[in-house]
Nanobody
Framework: QVHLVESGGGLVQPGGSLRLSCAAS????????MGWYRQAPGKQRELVAD???????NYADSVKGRFTISRDNAKSTVYLQMNSLKPEDTAVYYC?????????WGQGTQVTVSS
């Protein structure tokens, strides 16, 4: 059974930083493409960034230059470093495979950017 557990969210002021973590179990992590997604209130869930098994990355235009996705295969963990946060980054952040698999969604972690 696949479990994806996100952590690291919180309340941060505009311009601040957070680092999200996602611990995966039940998958062969080292060959899995992974993604970070987010869902803001009243909006559809969107892909923020993804990383291939070999480490290639892609980012949504809205976060390019501010967010960095990375992975540690030894820990079966994917990270999202978020810098220069903006109020519009406020959302629940989830990790999943890339492309996402519907049954793998976890609880997510709330990120709130506010002064």
């Amino acid at each position: 059974q696949v479990h994806l557990v996100e952590s690291g969210g919180g309340l941060v002021q505009p311009g601040g930083s957070l680092r999200l973590s996602c611990a995966a179990s039940g998958v062969t992590f080292r060959i899995a493409a992974m993604g970070w997604y987010r869902q803001a209130p009243g909006k559809q869930r969107e892909l923020v960034a993804d990383i291939s098994a070999r480490g290639g990355t892609n980012y949504a235009d809205s976060v390019k230059g501010r967010f960095t996705i990375s992975r540690d295969n030894a820990k079966s963990t994917v990270y999202l470093q978020m810098n220069s946060l903006k109020p519009e980054d406020t959302a629940v952040y989830y990790c999943n495979m890339a492309p996402a698999i519907a049954t793998y969604w976890g609880q997510g972690t709330q990120v709130t950017v506010s002064s």
